[in-house]
């Protein structure tokens, strides 16, 4: 099957900037998204790179390299309400199976 | 807004019995998921599927059954319930690559 590894967790304070790394299976991959889960709630969709290169939306981007089989999320000028578990998820078999990354669990101190 | 609806909420069911958990979309997509979650940890794939009377088993190994006999309908049954299916379970529907979650059933099994 495929799997994607993250680190479990990442500690950073207030207007810092800090970097998620996900490394993933090659076997059937299409592409990469990531996801922000709040604790009790569901997750909702941050971003995705069909292409290498990096993808910017607003204060979050997101990297893709297919030759490392890696890519990460930045988070810039952090808030504490960016604490929260961060999920890479990768696309495979077609765009058709969507498989999550281990996740990464992010606290924002003052 | 994404119009994807998970019932029920919360489930309270004795061991043996046989649970159906349901998830409705209204967003026309053919992608649906369904995860099993424990708190704070990853997302594990159940069952996924890409259109009508077409699904497929995920990685993780369970003893649940889908159909998808309507786009929009895709019920998760569980013919006879265990404490080791104790967990939520979160239903996700996708258009290409961005996948939009049900808040979820949380069900215990005692």
């Known amino acids: 099957g495929q799997s994607l590894e993250q680190p479990s967790e990442v500690t950073a304070v207030e207007g810092a900037i800090v970097q998620i790394n996900c490394t993933y299976q090659?076997?059937?991959?299409?592409?990469l998204s990531w996801y922000q889960q709040h604790d009790g709630g569901a997750p909702t969709f941050l971003s995705y790179n069909a292409l290498d290169g990096l993808e910017e939306t607003g204060r979050f981007s997101s990297f893709l390299s297919r030759s490392d089989s890696y890519g990460y999320l930045l988070l810039q000028e952090l808030q504490m309400k960016d604490s929260a578990s961060y999920f890479c998820?990768?696309?495979?078999?077609?765009?058709?199976?969507?498989?999550f990354g281990t996740g990464t669990r992010l606290l924002v101190s003052p | 807004e994404a119009d994807i609806y998970q019932t029920p909420r919360y489930l309270v069911i004795g061991t043996g019995k046989k649970i159906t958990l349901e998830c409705s979309q209204t967003?026309?997509?053919?992608?649906m998921y369904w995860y099993q979650q424990d708190p704070g940890m990853e997302l594990h794939l159940i069952h996924y599927s890409y259109g009508v009377n077409s699904t497929e088993k995920g990685d993780l190994s369970s003893e649940s059954t889908v159909s998808r006999i309507r786009t929009e309908h895709f019920p998760l049954t569980l013919e006879s319930a265990r404490p080791s299916h104790t967990s939520q379970y979160l239903c996700?529907?996708?258009?290409?690559?961005?996948?939009?979650f049900g808040q979820g059933t949380r069900l215990t099994v005692v």
């Open positions: 998820a990768g696309l495979y078999t077609g765009f058709q199976k969507l498989v």
């Open positions: 967003m026309g997509h053919d992608k």
């Open positions: 090659t076997s059937g991959f299409y592409g």
């Open positions: 996700a529907s996708s258009g290409r690559s961005e996948a939009f």
